[in-house]
């Protein structure tokens, strides 16, 4: 694994957002008359989401029953291992077909189409990269990540030209994205020889060759070095304030109270509690079955933890 600051790319992106003003977004500030109430309505939903069951056998490992998200905002989901994030995060960008529910995007029904369907109407989630997209460049995962999903806003500027000439427009938007996530150097090297940030950089480049309206992160900050934190912080900040709706899924709790606007609890399968970072790190119930065993520790630290103990 090669050191990101050797690469420079802990130097955050372009226009360094990483100074990203203090004034909240619009859809940030929409949300501070809002009650900090499972369920509660938000005055401008990009995403909202009903009565969503998805079972393992006898586990319900998700039932949401309401579920609004704010447009502009970055929204973090967090719960205990097993609380069924990242299964809400499959059902609903449509990997993995639930026993019941319906959500919508942007106000049309998307809870039965398929995954490539949901991301050509702007909803994207990231994936980390499989074994065989390590044996690819890192532009060549740019590319591939807009054939398999290319976006209804992306499809026009791609029509008015022949195929090769496509394959040139979707070549030029990987060269821009490999330049503003400071990967340039990367662009011919295999994905399998980038470090652990590098690689979470190209994982939210290729959701962004589509670009969509939200972006869905699931543990954008597994695995990176500390320095390398604060540059994909920059990032996805830089997404929000530039009007983008960003999802993530996240442990690490310094990080989900220092960027999210809003945050979501999920408990066995439940939404048990959402709020402003403040509402939620006061949260009784939060506490109970999140914050007061989990506060602040790494995953790893928490594991080694419990099998000491
Ligand atoms: N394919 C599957 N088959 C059987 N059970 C599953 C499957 N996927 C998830 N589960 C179970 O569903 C529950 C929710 O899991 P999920 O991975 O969604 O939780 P999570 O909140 O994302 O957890 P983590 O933070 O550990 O990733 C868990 O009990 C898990 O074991």
Same mark, same amino acid.
């Given at each position: 694994?090669?050191?990101?600051?050797?690469?420079?790319?802990?130097?955050?992106?372009?226009?360094?957002?990483?100074?990203?003003?203090?004034?909240?977004?619009?859809?940030?500030?929409?949300?501070?008359?809002?009650?900090?109430?499972?369920?509660?309505?938000?005055?401008?939903?990009?995403?909202?989401?009903?009565?969503?069951?998805?079972?393992?056998?006898?586990?319900?490992?998700?039932?949401?029953?309401?579920?609004?998200?704010?447009?502009?905002?970055?929204?973090?989901?967090?719960?205990?291992?097993?609380?069924?994030?990242?299964?809400?995060?499959?059902?609903?960008?449509?990997?993995?077909?639930?026993?019941?529910?319906?959500?919508?995007?942007?106000?049309?029904?998307?809870?039965?189409?398929?995954?490539?369907?949901?991301?050509?109407?702007?909803?994207?989630?990231?994936?980390?990269?499989?074994?065989?997209?390590?044996?690819?460049?890192?532009?060549?995962?740019?590319?591939?990540?807009?054939?398999?999903?290319?976006?209804?806003?992306?499809?026009?500027?791609?029509?008015?030209?022949?195929?090769?000439?496509?394959?040139?427009?979707?070549?030029?938007?990987?060269?821009?994205?490999?330049?503003?996530?400071?990967?340039?150097?990367?662009?011919?090297?295999?994905?399998?020889?980038?470090?652990?940030?590098?690689?979470? $950089? @190209?994982?939210?480049?290729? %959701? !962004?060759?589509? *670009?969509?309206?939200? #972006?869905? &992160?699931? =543990?954008?900050?597994?695995? /990176?070095?500390?320095?390398?934190?604060?540059? $994909? @912080?920059?990032?996805?900040? %830089? !997404?929000?304030? *530039?009007?983008?709706? #960003?999802? &993530?899924? =996240?442990?690490?709790?310094? /990080?989900?109270?220092?960027?999210?606007?809003?945050?979501?609890?999920?408990?066995?399968?439940?939404?048990?509690?959402?709020?402003?970072?403040?509402?939620?790190?006061?949260?009784?119930? /939060?506490?109970?079955?999140?914050?007061?065993?989990?506060?602040?520790?790494?995953?790893?630290?928490?594991?080694?933890?419990?099998?000491?103990?």
């Amino acid at each position: 694994m090669s050191d990101d600051r050797e690469h420079g790319i802990a130097d955050g992106p372009k226009g360094d957002p990483t100074m990203s003003s203090d004034a909240p977004t619009v859809g940030a500030a929409q949300l501070m008359g809002v009650r900090p109430e499972p369920g509660v309505a938000k005055p401008d939903a990009i995403f909202v989401a009903d009565d969503v069951v998805r079972s393992f056998g006898g586990l319900k490992a998700v039932d949401v029953d309401h579920l609004e998200i704010q447009r502009g905002t970055i929204t973090s989901l967090i719960g205990p291992n097993g609380a069924g994030k990242s299964t809400f995060f499959n059902v609903v960008s449509g990997f993995d077909t639930p026993d019941d529910g319906t959500w919508s995007f942007q106000g049309s029904d998307v809870s039965k189409l398929s995954a490539h369907r949901v991301a050509r109407r702007g909803m994207v989630r990231t994936f980390q990269l499989t074994k065989a997209l390590t044996r690819l460049t890192a532009r060549e995962n740019l590319m591939l990540g807009a054939t398999q999903q290319v976006g209804e806003r992306f499809i026009p500027a791609l029509l008015r030209f022949p195929w090769r000439s496509q394959e040139a427009v979707i070549g030029a938007r990987a060269d821009e994205l490999l330049e503003r996530f400071n990967l340039a150097h990367m662009r011919d090297e295999f994905a399998g020889t980038m470090s652990g940030g590098q690689r979470k $950089l @190209l994982e939210m480049a290729r %959701a !962004l060759m589509v *670009e969509p309206t939200m #972006i869905m &992160l699931d =543990e954008p900050m597994a695995g /990176v070095n500390p320095a390398l934190t604060q540059s $994909l @912080l920059g990032h996805i900040q %830089a !997404l929000r304030d *530039e009007g983008m709706t #960003i999802v &993530l899924v =996240e442990h690490d709790m310094d /990080v989900v109270m220092g960027i999210s606007d809003w945050v979501t609890t999920f408990a066995q399968g439940r939404l048990i509690a959402e709020g402003r970072p403040d509402d939620i790190r006061r949260d009784k119930a /939060v506490i109970d079955a999140y914050l007061g065993a989990h506060r602040s520790l790494p995953r790893d630290q928490d594991e080694e933890e419990s099998n000491d103990g």
